[in-house]
């Protein structure tokens, strides 16, 4: 089993670095031993099953295997195609969780290789304001951070999700609704994780950002901090809210949250006094002002 293409390009969506890395092996037909779920299957094809790839730590196995043709794309002048279930469509390889001993094997980590590192855009959510809420908001917060991580697997997938400000068992409570994942969740500050990322342009969401942030200025950013308020998560995933939201699109390969909007006020060290929409360039420490209205 040959690599035959270039490594070298790297796109944002896991779908591009499956596509790539079938493309440097070969293999146009990609079927799974692993179940799948139906209706993302049919809906996100190749986005969906290298998600499920890095997530669940799948391998590609060249094995003789065969199902029905669920997905297809035109990918640089030949086609790619999902099987999947039953169906006389043979498969080029296919995801595994044990491989047979004799099975020539690409480990899921082959695709980081044709993804981002670090990977950015970053979406960053704190919660180290989480003792304001009662029980109930509490709740609903868990259920919304669960959303934001599965509108981002459509696009991207968990590397691209930090929630900083959580303990051992805020942790363990995330985790009960996001089941497998690979979200940073970790007891520290924004900053910390920001720089660790090397993220050079960081979006602040505040409620008092009176002006929608503009496309082009979203589509710059390295990262977007979010406060972990219900509101302000509700806001940023696009839902609406009395008194209406600025939504700006998101764009580079439609990257992240499908609608950013103005978020609530932040604690910690980069949601300091001042108001309107920020961005920061952490490393040449200057903080030029997105416009307020």
């Not at 296919?94 to 981002?116: F, H, N, Q």
């Not at 308020?229 to 949250?257: D, F, N, Y």
């Amino acid at each position: 089993m040959s690599s035959t293409g270039d490594k070298g390009q790297v796109g944002t969506r896991p779908s591009e670095a499956l596509l790539r890395l079938m493309d440097n092996y070969g293999y146009n037909v990609l079927g799974s031993r692993e179940w799948l779920e139906g209706d993302k299957l049919y809906r996100l094809g190749f986005q969906y099953v290298a998600v499920e790839t890095l997530v669940r730590e799948y391998l590609l196995a060249e094995e003789d295997w065969r199902g029905k043709k669920v997905f297809e794309v035109e990918w640089k002048g030949s086609k790619k195609s999902i099987v999947y279930g039953k169906g006389d469509v043979k498969s080029d390889a296919v995801l595994v969780k044990r491989p047979e001993p004799t099975e020539r094997t690409i480990p899921w980590r082959g695709l980081l290789d044709y993804l981002p590192q670090p990977p950015l855009p970053l979406f960053v959510v704190d919660l180290s304001m989480k003792f304001l809420h009662t029980p109930e908001e509490l709740s609903k917060l868990r259920l919304q951070l669960a959303v934001a991580l599965s509108v981002i697997r459509e696009y991207l997938w968990d590397a691209h999700l930090s929630i900083t400000g959580a303990d051992e068992e805020t942790a363990r409570w995330l985790n009960e609704i996001m089941g497998v994942n690979k979200v940073s969740i970790v007891n520290a500050r924004p900053s910390e994780i920001l720089w660790g990322y090397d993220a050079d342009k960081v979006i602040i969401l505040r409620p008092d950002a009176t002006t929608p942030l503009r496309p082009e200025d979203v589509n710059t950013a390295d990262a977007f901090l979010i406060g972990g308020i219900k509101t302000a998560l509700h806001s940023a995933l696009g839902w609406p809210r009395e008194g209406g939201v600025g939504v700006a699109g998101r764009g580079r390969s439609l990257a992240g949250w499908e609608h950013l909007a103005q978020a609530s006020p932040l604690g910690g060290p980069l949601g300091g006094a001042g108001s309107g929409a920020r961005s920061q360039r952490l490393r040449r420490g200057t903080c030029p002002s997105l416009p307020a209205r």
